[in-house]
């Protein structure tokens, strides 16, 4: 029989599937009609992707918060980041394999609209570590800091939802938006790989490290570095799309100003 604590965590995993299904067919649609009328003249496909998209931001500040906030008070985790008491972090990764269950079951079911492969396995790695944190509760520090990451999916999202909408790409809130997002995305993806890496570092090799079976090293290790590198190509994607965007702006405001009879 299951203890009262993990208990609560499958019923917290379980509620969390629940809800973001419902937020998907129920609460997306109706807050999307009543805040963006753009939403009713959209396809039956942009119709999915778009509530898939804001039921992920909804799901991205959630856990995001939750994981700002162990980091900076739970000394448990901070103190012993392998082995120290993963109470909260539970929790939050919780709250996310039920996200995840729920965006995999949505990206199957509707495939023509937001199938994904790379969505598919992703979601499948994640869950394979999650399992030995919510099934063992090893190394909740190094699993919290990678949900540091969804910070950056609101304005991944963002960009999508300005570009379904007809919003030119040198806009002001498109340009706003795209300089957020590469910002946000350098310091929560790229600029925090030091001190994760440094931490693993700093355990490697100890006896709480050799604590940790094979399946849940491998879990750890390479999916750190397969996530990273793929974190680096993305980067230098949105850094040049962001400066490409930012040029076209520049010559497209010093074309006006000729026209106009002025120079820079």
């Known amino acids: ?39 009713l003249s959209l396809s039956d496909k942009q119709k999915v992707e778009w509530n898939s998209r804001t039921v992920s931001t909804f799901h991205a500040l959630l856990v995001g918060i939750f994981c700002l906030c162990i980091l900076m008070f739970d000394d448990a985790v901070n103190e012993d980041p392998v082995w120290g008491d993963p109470t909260l972090v539970k929790i939050n990764v919780a709250i996310t394999t039920g996200y995840l269950i729920s965006d995999l079951l949505l990206i199957f079911y509707y495939w023509k609209a937001i199938g994904d492969k790379f969505f598919v396995i992703h979601h499948v790695a994640a869950l394979y570590a999650y399992y030995y944190v919510l099934g063992q509760g090893m190394l909740p520090y190094f699993a919290n800091f990678r949900l540091l990451a969804e910070f950056s999916t609101p304005c991944v999202n963002q960009r999508w939802f300005f570009e379904v909408l007809g919003y030119p790409k040198t806009s002001r809130p498109n340009m706003a938006n795209g300089i957020a997002m590469a910002a946000v995305f350098f310091m929560v993806r790229i600029a925090v790989m030091p001190v994760y890496y440094s931490r693993m570092y700093a355990v490697y090799g100890t006896e709480a490290f050799y604590l940790v079976p094979w399946g849940g090293r491998v879990a750890w290790i390479c999916s750190s570095i397969c996530l990273d590198i793929m974190n680096i190509m993305w980067m230098h994607k949105i850094a040049r799309g962001c400066y490409k965007v930012l040029r076209s702006a520049r010559q497209s405001r010093a074309g006006k100003s000729q026209e106009n009879g002025k120079t820079d």
């Open 1 to 39: 029989a299951m203890d009262p604590f993990s208990q609560l965590i499958f019923t917290i995993s379980v509620a969390s599937f629940v809800i973001f299904q419902w937020l998907f067919h129920k609460g997306s649609p109706w807050v999307s009609t009543h805040f963006s009328p753009g939403f």
